[in-house]
């Protein structure tokens, strides 16, 4: 049995539309061009530079970012939102109902 390497490789990125963020496999040969992401199947521009870097092919980056501080101490825990996927940071011991700040989704820790 005889094995055939490609010289594309696959990579991983993520859907840039908030209200989806799947991860997706595609091959090399997309890098560069637009491809509808194939959960929410809304067109997306593919970086040709790097791999996990997509934009939304018919509309601008949102102007706001949820960015989470980097933090050692453990009074504080990272916990994704169910709906959007944010990334939310929690007091250690924060239990009950949670409502994201990005969706407005209430979810239960």
Not at 36 to 52: F, L, N, T, Y
Not at 72 to 91: F, G, K, M, Q
Request: proline share 8%; with cysteine.
């Amino acid at each position: 049995m005889a094995f055939v390497l490609s010289k594309t490789m696959p990579f991983i990125f993520q859907c840039p539309y908030a209200d989806c963020r799947k991860f997706m496999l595609l091959e090399d040969s997309t890098r560069g061009s637009a491809v509808d992401c194939i959960v929410c199947r809304r067109p997306m521009q593919v970086d040709a530079s790097s791999a996990g870097s997509a934009t939304p092919a018919t509309t601008k980056s949102p102007s706001w970012s949820l960015t989470v501080p980097a933090t050692s101490d453990s009074s504080h825990r990272i916990h994704p939102c169910p709906h959007c996927h944010a990334t939310l940071r929690l007091s250690a011991g924060k239990t009950g109902d949670i409502k994201c700040p990005k969706c407005k989704h209430v979810f239960t820790i």
